[in-house]
């Protein structure tokens, strides 16, 4: 029996049903997304935190169908259905003891005044939450720090929609307010 055929892979996953053929975003084919969401729980299970921030990168990616891009635009994110926002962020949040996901990351943003028109005061205070602006110096992300001692907040880092360099003023505040307003929608947050 190959990978995809496994019985109960979605339940255990995305929580039971039957999986639909197609996904609302782009024309995905579920079964992928159950595959690297499977992926994404077997990391963090493991505590492979930096695999894990990556093969998150790699869900969006796959799911906008902009691997060949390497990166999300803020149309991509409005597109992403909020069954994937809700397993990712789930995923996160139950295998960190809810220090990491995306929405403690914009519980975070909210709790310093965020919103859609960026405020480089706000950006900062919420880099310095987060632990991605240490001592007025933005990080990067390969100095990330990838273990439950980062401060709440700190992953997925995802350098799908966040840029690589964290102190991406302009991109940073729009790309993390559509998210939040995403997850907000979805009443993930």
């Not at 892979?9 to 999986?19: E, M, T």
């Not at 100095?143 to 980062?150: E, G, H, K, T």
């Amino acid at each position: 029996m190959s990978e995809q055929d496994r019985p109960g892979q979605y339940d255990a996953v995305l929580g039971g049903g039957n999986p639909p053929l197609q996904t609302p975003v782009d024309g995905a084919v579920l079964g992928d997304f159950s595959r690297n969401s499977f992926n994404l729980q077997t990391l963090l299970q493991q505590q492979r935190w930096q695999a894990a921030d990556l093969e998150t990168k790699n869900i969006m990616l796959e799911i906008c169908q902009r691997k060949q891009q390497g990166f999300l635009r803020i149309e991509d994110l409005e597109k992403i259905d909020c069954a994937y926002w809700q397993t990712i962020d789930r995923l996160w949040r139950k295998y960190s003891n809810h220090r990491f996901g995306t929405s403690i990351q914009a519980e975070i943003w909210r709790s310093v005044g965020g919103t859609s028109e960026p405020d480089w005061d706000t950006w900062c205070r919420f880099g310095k939450m987060t632990g991605w602006c240490v001592e007025d110096n933005w990080l990067h992300w390969n100095d990330v720090r990838f273990n439950l001692n980062a401060p709440r907040g700190h992953l997925p880092r995802n350098g799908a929609w966040m840029g690589w360099g964290l102190g991406d003023f302009w991109v940073g505040c729009k790309m993390l307010t559509v998210v939040v307003q995403k997850l907000e929608g979805c009443q993930i947050i």
